[in-house]
Antibody, heavy 112, light 111 residues
Framework: EVQLVESGGGLIQPGGSLRLSCAAS????????MSWVRQAPGKGLEWVSV???????YYADSVKGRFTISRDNSKNTLYLQMNSLRAEDTAVYYC??????WGQGTLVTVSS | QSALTQPASVSGSPGQSITISCTGT?????????VSWYQQHPGKAPKLMIY???NRPSGVSNRFSGSKSGNTASLTISGLQAEDEADYYC???????????FGGGTKLTVL
């Protein structure tokens, strides 16, 4: 059974940094494409970033230059480093494996 | 504004069929057979219901079906049940630099 468990969310001040983690089991992170998708409170889904098995990465225009997606193959874990956070980054962040499997999400709140 | 356009809401009675549309452009929905549909109940993570336009993952009821015509994809739910009441989102691969886009979501109410 595939399980994705996100962690690292919390309350952060504008301009701050946060790193989200997504620990995978029953699934090999390095062999497939992995994504981050977010959902602001009461809003729809927004694709954030993807990393392919070969290492190529892509970002939504709204986070380009501020967020970095990466993975640790030895830990079978996906990361999202978020810098220069803004109020509009407040959302539940989901880790998604090959668009099929979703984690339970971790809430990031950017507020002073 | 979302890249893909969905109706804000649809409704139907138990046992009826409903269809949710998802309209894009030739750069996304119309250009690729990579349309997915997700179901999301309140407070829960989205669940994949349809992928690659019309394929159902294992375990998803055959009451759910997907199709595409031109730049518009559709999700049809037949034999509506109370538990189908949820938000539904479409997504598509896109040739733009973002690679993936979602629709704004459709709230399905089972009357």
């Amino acid at each position: 059974e595939v399980q994705l468990v996100e962690s690292g969310g919390g309350l952060i001040q504008p301009g701050g940094s946060l790193r989200l983690s997504c620990a995978a089991s029953g699934f090999t992170v390095s062999s497939n494409y992995m994504s981050w998708v977010r959902q602001a409170p009461g809003k729809g889904l927004e694709w954030v970033s993807v990393i392919y098995s070969g290492g190529s990465t892509y970002y939504a225009d709204s986070v380009k230059g501020r967020f970095t997606i990466s993975r640790d193959n030895s830990k079978n874990t996906l990361y999202l480093q978020m810098n220069s956070l803004r109020a509009e980054d407040t959302a539940v962040y989901y880790c998604v494996a090959v668009a099929h499997y979703w984690g339970q999400g971790t809430l990031v709140t950017v507020s002073s | 504004q979302s890249a893909l356009t969905q109706p804000a809401s649809v409704s139907g009675s138990p046992g009826q069929s409903i269809t949710i549309s998802c309209t894009g452009t030739s750069s996304d929905v119309g250009g690729y057979n990579y349309v997915s549909w997700y179901q999301q109940h309140p407070g829960k993570a989205p669940k994949l219901m349809i992928y690659d336009v019309s394929n159902r993952p294992s375990g998803v009821s055959n009451r759910f079906s997907g199709s595409k015509s031109g730049n518009t994809a559709s999700l049809t739910i037949s034999g509506l049940q109370a538990e189908d009441e949820a938000d539904y989102y479409c997504s598509s691969y896109t040739s733009s630099s973002t690679l993936d886009v979602f629709g704004g979501g459709t709230k399905l109410t089972v009357l």
